[in-house]
């Protein structure tokens, strides 16, 4: 297996941090798997990534970090990049693109929490760019019946 990953943010990202990070789990879990901190993108060269994350500013960054984050976004989509957003801090952040890369190489990298697949787990949502985890979400319920209208909610309708 050959896969680069770029990872790029803002100069206050975590890009380092989450790079130590990834590089320790991925060496027992996906071996040869090559995490790269990139900041200035390398656009013109496509293909030169297997996966491209974006780190998403920490609000405490304020306007600049937004900005930072709005330039490396625009330029990612003007060049046809394709790019994972990662939120969060510490574990969160690392469990998040530990299962953006597994998705990419068709291997899961991170503990499934059983009530999460069943929509029943704390989560937080807003955080979260995942459609897959959606459509999971929403399917269950549907399929339970938990999305149907209580009587006292048609009563009021």
């Not at 937004?66 to 969160?92: N, P, S």
């Not at 029943?120 to 319920?141: A, K, V, Y």
């Amino acid at each position: 297996m050959a896969t680069r990953v770029a990872l790029l943010g803002g100069e206050a990202s975590g890009k380092a941090m989450l790079a130590a990070a990834l590089r320790q789990e991925l060496a027992l879990q996906a071996p040869g798997l090559d995490v790269v901190i990139d900041d200035i993108p390398a656009l013109a060269e496509p293909g030169r990534y297997g996966l491209t994350l974006l780190l998403a500013p920490d609000p405490a960054d304020g306007q600049r970090g937004e900005a930072a984050d709005a330039l490396l976004r625009e330029a990612l989509q003007r060049a046809g990049t394709a790019f994972q957003i990662v939120h969060g801090h510490g574990a969160v952040r690392v469990q998040q693109a530990l299962r953006a890369i597994g998705h990419v190489i068709g291997q899961s990298l991170v503990v499934d929490d059983p009530a999460l697949t069943l929509g029943r787990g704390r989560w937080s949502c807003e955080n979260c760019s995942d459609p897959e985890c959606e459509h999971r979400l929403f399917t269950g319920l549907l399929a339970r019946g938990a999305l149907t209208p209580t009587l006292s909610q048609r009563e009021r309708e």
